[in-house]
């Protein structure tokens, strides 16, 4: 048989040699954004493994799955399912027929050897059946060449869309939108006020440990500050998670910000969607380079293209990280710390095997019972829900969501299916545990990481704006100097 790495290096030849026409305008239309996958392009060059898709199992229930695409919330519908079944089926064909050709290429090698170990080079080509032999290899190498081309052509063409495919459906899960999402269980019990309670901003600002307005021409919309007791308090529920999750074997990790896009795609994430919920660096200067929204994107290429001895599994992981997400609807909730571009969270990651099939979802109960022990301990009133088909994103099996009663709100807030999401858990915290008197009790699981047990108003407030957008530009501010831990910035 032909050596693996000589027919692979083939197959790459092929693959840059169609590329190279499509580029050049040759082999058809030009590959809008839409048509790209990094992912494709990451395994192409030879540096991840190509991924596995079970389409077998799509192939035998076509039917089924694709009444199941339909409840899912995915650009792909059941028509495009039965076209990426056609080019999956087409290239399976193309590919035994490859391995015939390879087969009978051998055939012909080894043939060609013996006449030419028992006939001399004078006389060799008189002979008819080394002629014929001749013949036929080269008529064997063109339908390789051709066969090679069509399945590098099929080959992009399936993987473009199949990679767009969703995870199958957890049986239980309810079918529809939002709105049919199943109240699992409800927790504790909602705080009683004897007055008329504040939202958080209105909180925070009065306590001076929350900045978010005039950042627009600093930070842009959708950012802001903590600052005095809410920085604390964004530390210790860093701190008090780690320290819940770290001896019940979790192992601690940091990631990096900056990922590739296949690391994202390799999560079920579309970048080429219009508008992008990722930011992407300039591709002029950094190619293919994104912030992560998780940090379970880059937990996730922490173990891609890596193996995990079976007897290590389930390896569960807890990791503190900056989180950056575009939140393209601009129109919802623009002020307030519910929707930002930029925050803290802590995130529960599990890797287990899959040898009975239900080690999955063992380990998702698990992580559901320490988010509740973790919400429970914070004395926060909140309810588990069972996400219906249409919440469900590419890679999810089966999602549970947690939302905690904000008063200020008046309603129940998501504060994420993870360990702590801290602007969502500091909503929360602030709105529900808010005296009268503007003051914030802070439950008795944080008050050894803060240091104080009621965050109170200061006498006055640290800034007072001198800018330009008030009446009489406003007033003349006194001259300060700047200093930071090396130098002094007058």
């Not at 627009?216 to 530390?235: D, W």
């Not at 909503?427 to 109170?456: R, W, Y």
């Amino acid at each position: 048989m032909a050596a693996p790495r000589a027919l692979a290096a083939a197959r790459r030849a092929v693959a840059a040699a169609t590329r190279g026409r499509r580029s050049a305008g040759t082999g058809g239309a030009p590959r809008g954004p839409a048509e790209r996958s990094r992912l494709y392009e990451h395994v192409r060059e030879g540096l991840s493994a190509k991924p596995q898709l079970d389409m077998a199992a799509l192939s035998a229930h076509p039917a089924e799955a694709a009444r199941e695409l339909e409840r899912r919330k995915g650009a792909l519908r059941g028509s495009e399912l039965r076209e990426i079944l056609q080019t999956w089926a087409r290239l399976e064909e193309v590919r035994a027929g490859i391995a015939r050709l390879e087969a009978e290429k051998e055939e012909v090698a080894l043939a060609v050897h013996a006449l030419v170990t028992t006939h001399s080079k004078d006389t060799l080509h008189a002979v008819p059946e080394y002629t014929a032999l001749r013949e036929r290899g080269r008529a064997v190498r063109l339908q390789l060449r051709e066969l090679l081309a069509e399945e590098a052509a099929l080959d992009e063409r399936f993987y473009l869309h199949a990679l767009q495919l969703p995870n199958s459906t957890h049986p239980a899960a309810p079918v529809g939108d939002e709105s049919q999402a199943r109240v699992l269980e409800v927790v504790g019990e909602k705080p009683a006020f004897d007055f008329q309670p504040k939202g958080h901003l209105e909180l925070g600002e009065e306590l001076d440990i929350i900045r978010q307005r005039r950042l627009s021409h600093i930070s842009g919309h959708r950012s802001y500050y903590l600052c005095g007791a809410g920085a604390l308090l964004q530390h210790a529920l860093v701190h008090f998670v780690l320290a819940k999750l770290v001896p019940k074997g979790f192992l601690p990790m940091t990631v990096p910000d900056l990922l590739r896009g296949a690391v994202f795609e390799g999560c079920g994430m579309q970048l080429n969607t219009t508008p992008s919920p990722v930011y992407c660096i300039d591709p002029a200067r950094f190619e293919d380079l994104c912030l992560a929204g998780t940090s379970e994107v880059g937990i996730a290429g922490y173990f891609m293209d890596h193996a995990v001895r079976l007897q290590d599994m389930p390896i569960k992981i807890v990791c503190s990280s900056t989180c950056y997400r575009a939140e393209t609807d601009t129109g919802r909730e623009p002020w307030g710390l519910y929707r930002v571009h930029q925050f803290t969270k802590v995130e529960m990651f599990g890797v287990t095997a899959a040898e009975s099939g239900a080690e999955s979802e063992m380990m998702l109960d698990e992580f559901l019972m320490l988010q509740k022990e973790i919400f429970s301990e914070l004395g926060l009133h909140y309810r588990v829900l069972d996400m219906p088909t249409q919440e469900l994103g590419l890679p999810a099996y089966r999602k549970f969501d947690i939302e905690a009663w904000m008063p200020g709100r008046g309603k129940y807030g998501e504060v994420n299916g993870t360990a702590c999401a801290v602007p969502r858990l500091l909503i929360a915290l602030l709105e529900c545990n808010q005296q009268a008197d503007g003051s914030v009790c802070i439950p008795p699981a944080l008050q050894p990481f803060v240091g104080q047990d009621v965050i109170k108003r200061p006498p006055a407030p640290l800034l007072r704006y001198i800018g330009p957008n008030q009446p009489g530009g406003g007033p003349k501010g006194v001259t300060c100097s700047l200093l930071n831990s090396r130098e002094t910035l007058k």
